[in-house]
């Protein structure tokens, strides 16, 4: 049985839009992390912390999905590196620029 398998069978029962909420605020930490990281230097290395747990956070809800939807993690690993890749070939032909 995978990690998230045994994790999930753990959890009470409910639609998948709360995985889906989940992944939504926990995200949403991680991005008030970071900006506060920036906003506010003296505080950095707590912020940073903060984004470190929200991003593992994040990593597992997504881990949970994957199993929940039958998706295989590797497989989509590999989709979206390749697909990242096709990205960049077309921003470069487009003339992708620095942005600061």
């Known amino acids: 049985m ?3 398998r045994e994790f999930r069978a753990k959890e009470p029962k409910a639609p998948i ?3 889906l909420s989940v992944i939504s605020y ?3 930490d991680l991005h008030r992390d970071i900006a506060f990281s920036i ?3 003296q505080e950095k290395a707590a912020h ?5 747990l929200s991003l593992a956070d994040l990593i597992v809800q997504i881990h949970l999905l994957c199993d929940e939807l039958g998706f ?3 497989e989509l690993e590999e989709l979206g590196w390749k697909h990242l890749e096709e990205r960049y070939a077309e921003f470069k032909r487009r003339g992708w620029v620095s942005v600061t």
């Open 48 to 52: 940073m912390a903060n984004a470190k």
């Open 72 to 74: 295989d993690e590797k």
């Open 17 to 19: 839009f709360f995985r």
């Open 26 to 28: 926990e995200l949403g």
């Open 39 to 41: 906003r506010f230097p």
């Open 2 to 4: 995978s990690r998230a």
